[in-house]
């Protein structure tokens, strides 16, 4: 018999309030559920932006010992987050460039695009080590590709904002919020087919925004219908779940949405500040976080990227990176 990873999910703005109270902040590091039962998920640690310093040369470190960080290039308000290999890649709210982040140097380094600068860089995603930025303020998706980053979608899109790549189909997903419409397309950059149009149906999106690789699919963000959908890449229905309100299992409003090695699907709530996480079929197995600044804690919390075992949180107001471990250990 299936159960619940947390025991006592229910409904209603009630249990809501008490699950979110039942962080245990005593711990060092705080797990989900909290003792006695099992730990499914635990907190590892946190990437603050003000721990971190532009990545420069030795003259570039001289500089900054005479004169200080340049203000303009301060790391502040992360929204999309994203592991590739040792690195970490971000979108900030404050920066209009792609952000690199070495963990291990406690440094970053910017990108920009001279010809074609970043307004409104939003969504992040990956092929190999080619990535993937979406700009909604220009309608544009970059790439950084050997170092550089350039223009690569510049025409056909509204308001670019969710990514995802599919390795298998060679495929990059655009989700197109102003366009209500998933948009595919190959490598080299040709629009092979689009998902969705505007409506109130399973087949339908409202405003989608986040999204990300599921499988040999992806899930989408549907936003202002509140649920969360997956599609066959090859724009069929594999399943949807979600619905507006205040208490567990539904939305107020969901962000960021990944798929684990289990199949379980996580999504950020940024007025719940929390992450619930659940089964394929959309069934509530916890939730992870509550609002504040302590470890595990969360303020308006946007993109979410994952690895094997560590999922990445960008919690937003309080300006960095939360980093989890995925115990697994059963459904």
Known sequence: MRRNWQNGIRSGTALMAAV??????ALANPVWPPPPD?????????????????????FGKIGRFLGGDDPDEKLGLPFAVLPVGEMLYLTCQNLPALVRIDPQEESYKLFRCGDSPLVTPVSL????????????????VYRLIDGSLEPWITEGLVRPTGLAVSAADRAVYI???GDHQVKVFD???SMTGHIGRRGETDDDLNFPTFAASAGTGILVNDTLNYRIKKFEGTGELLGAFGKEGNGPGTFSRPKGVAEDRAGNIWVVDALFDNIQIFDPSGRLLLIVGRSGQAPGEFWSPAGIGMTKDLIYVADTFNNRIQVLKNLGGGS
């Open 125 to 140: 995603a990956a092929c190999g080590d080619t990535v993937f930025v979406s700009d909604s303020g220009n309608g544009t």
């Open 187 to 189: 490598l080299a950059g």
């Open 38 to 58: 099992q730990a499914r998920v635990e907190f590892v640690n946190e990437i603050r932006c003000e721990d971190l310093s532009p990545e420069a040369g030795f």
């Open 175 to 177: 989700v197109d919020t």
């Open 20 to 25: 979110l109270v039942a962080v245990p902040c």
